[in-house]
């Protein structure tokens, strides 16, 4: 038995167990940079972008669970202008989520920023929050606050304009008769 145990070369091992350290180690700094740098840095940032952009919103935090809070920027809601009539006599409105900006912890410490779409409830499936990207507390400096705005008003632009008038896409090349490897034929439903 002691010849096997001093074959063994851990080292390697050795290495990894240091890194997992480490990764532990800044997961406690990054949480404890969210509380003392991160939150009060958009605070104050995002309440004064939304002051002297005009945008109507407000800076609200998600406390509900310890080290997975969020800072969002909420444009709210509101009666969406469409109501469903559930009697000759009574409709009841539809509401409208006009968006949000969302700057959250993860389990890691690390902070995930998310865009919510607006969407009007009852109204088809409301596209799903995506992520805009997954930064490291020192990683976030207050100029990103802005650019995150910017694709926010993007986001919410192209919701409001939104038609059907989608650029078509040109093929190039010969058209050979077939689509998903499948001949085409008059009256088929492919055609």
């Given amino acids: 038995m002691n010849k096997i145990?001093?074959?063994?070369?851990?080292?390697?091992?050795?290495?990894?167990?240091?890194?997992?350290?480490?990764?532990?180690?800044?997961?406690?700094?990054?949480?404890d940079a969210w509380h003392s740098e991160i939150k009060p840095m958009l605070h104050s940032n995002l309440e004064q972008i939304i002051k002297e952009s005009?945008?109507?919103?407000?800076?609200?935090?998600?406390?509900?669970?310890?080290n997975l809070e969020a800072v969002v920027v909420d444009l709210g809601q509101e009666e969406s202008g469409i109501s469903q009539r559930v009697t000759d006599k009574?409709?009841?409105?539809?509401i409208r989520y006009n968006?949000?900006?969302?700057?959250?912890?993860?389990?890691?410490?690390?902070i995930?920023?998310?865009?919510?779409?607006?969407?009007?409830?009852?109204?088809?499936?409301?596209?799903p929050p995506y992520n805009l990207e997954i930064l490291r507390p020192e990683e976030l400096k207050a100029p990103f606050l802005l650019?995150?705005?910017?694709?926010?008003?993007?986001?919410l632009t192209e919701w409001e304009d939104f038609d059907d008038d989608l650029p078509e896409k040109k093929s190039i090349g010969f058209q050979t008769g077939f689509k998903n490897n499948e001949v085409l034929r008059e009256g088929s439903p492919n055609a």
Wanted: hydrophobic share 35%.
């Fill in 147 to 155: 650019r995150h705005m910017e694709k926010l008003l993007k986001e």
């Fill in 112 to 127: 995930v920023i998310m865009i919510v779409p607006p969407f009007v409830e009852g109204l088809g499936q409301p596209k």
């Fill in 90 to 94: 009574i409709n009841k409105s539809l």
């Fill in 5 to 31: 145990k001093s074959k063994m070369n851990i080292a390697g091992l050795i290495g990894k167990v240091q890194d997992y350290k480490t990764v532990r180690s800044n997961t406690k700094e990054y949480r």
């Fill in 99 to 110: 968006g949000m900006l969302v700057y959250q912890q993860l389990f890691n410490g690390k």
């Fill in 54 to 66: 005009g945008l109507s919103a407000t800076v609200e935090e998600k406390t509900e669970m310890d």
